[in-house]
């Protein structure tokens, strides 16, 4: 089982500036998994608890001279401490900066796993190492992971990550993530479970309620892809609540409850500089799914290299 490459710059940009902080705020844990063609940071997918997460990377989006091979088809699993990597990677670029600052020759930052006896131990232990140069000798950088996945729990989590690719049937495009965000603030205050309506008209309300108060935002006509109506007139005199209640009816629209928590949680992608994010419904109501887009830089052009969505759980609206 091998796997080596040097991270580009951009990688460096990617990861450190973006989105590294924002996985972090997902979950300090999660499973890193490599294939030929992929570099994928997971969380939650192999049990069914929390937020789940998918980011996923094209390897040239990362990498250069990536080599990987193992006996489960070239694929490589593993959970790491995203403060621990994201703390290293700091480390590595900050003495790879330096030492480039101070020679006329670019530095280098390799990243590969490998196995080290670690002091007062008798069995060697896995490591994702960063290596670069410093001014007089290579600085490395170990960050302790988990053992490597079996083939039967490689099975299971690529089994779970093909069900969380499936795309709900409406997604409404949520134009302004910082309003969300100030919103959900204030919605902590009130309580610990969210209302989220999505409809085929182009409409989104998220509301929080307890007996004695009742907080909301409403979003309408926003781009819709997928299933999509046009609105009845009637609606146009309705109030919002009416309107929600009659397109359920109608089997335009649903409705989910979700954690205050995880809604928030989700939210904190906004740190991978996504330039816009969708909202829908899986069917039956099976989950809330967010999913981030991001562009080629300078255009409007998706860039196919990045992806990065998450699954939010329903609650039981009879529970609590």
């Not at 989590?157 to 134009?175: I, K």
């Not at 300078?298 to 998450?310: E, V």
């Amino acid at each position: 089982m091998k796997f080596k490459a040097f991270v580009t710059d951009n990688g460096v940009n990617l990861l450190e500036r973006r989105f590294l902080p924002a996985l972090e705020k997902m979950g300090k844990v999660c499973h890193v998994y490599l294939t030929k063609d992929h570099s994928m940071f997971l969380h939650n997918l192999l049990n069914g608890d929390g937020v789940q997460s998918v980011a996923q990377f094209r390897k040239e989006a990362l990498f250069t001279d990536y080599r990987i091979s193992s006996q489960n088809d070239d694929r490589i699993a593993f959970s790491i401490d995203l403060s621990l990597l994201l703390r290293a990677l700091r480390s590595a670029v900050a003495v790879s900066s330096e030492y480039a600052a101070a020679s006329s020759s670019p530095n280098k930052l390799q990243i590969k796993l490998v196995k080290k006896l670690p002091p007062n131990c008798t069995q060697p232990m896995p490591f994702l190492t960063f290596e670069t140069h410093g001014y007089k000798s290579a600085v490395i950088q170990d960050i302790p992971i988990s053992k490597p996945l079996s083939r039967a729990q490689l099975l299971e989590l690529q089994t779970a990550l093909d069900s969380a690719q499936d795309l709900p049937p409406t997604l409404v495009q949520v134009p302004d993530l910082n309003q969300l965000l100030n919103f959900v603030d204030r919605m902590k205050q009130v309580g610990d479970a969210v209302n989220v309506f999505i409809s085929k008209y182009g409409d989104f309300s998220v509301q929080v309620s307890t007996t004695l108060i009742s907080l909301g935002a409403e979003f309408r006509n926003l781009l819709v892809i997928g299933e999509q109506a046009n609105a009845p007139a009637e609606h146009q005199n309705l109030s919002g609540q009416t309107r929600s209640a009659r397109s359920v009816l109608r089997g335009d629209a649903q409705t989910v409850q979700v954690s205050v928590k995880h809604f928030a949680k989700s939210l904190q992608c906004h740190l991978a500089k996504p330039d816009c994010a969708f909202y829908g419904i899986a069917p039956q109501g099976s989950c809330l799914t967010v999913i981030f887009q991001f562009f080629v830089p300078g255009s409007h052009q998706t860039d196919k290299s990045i992806s990065l969505h998450c699954r939010l759980p329903v609650l039981d609206p009879g529970a609590g």
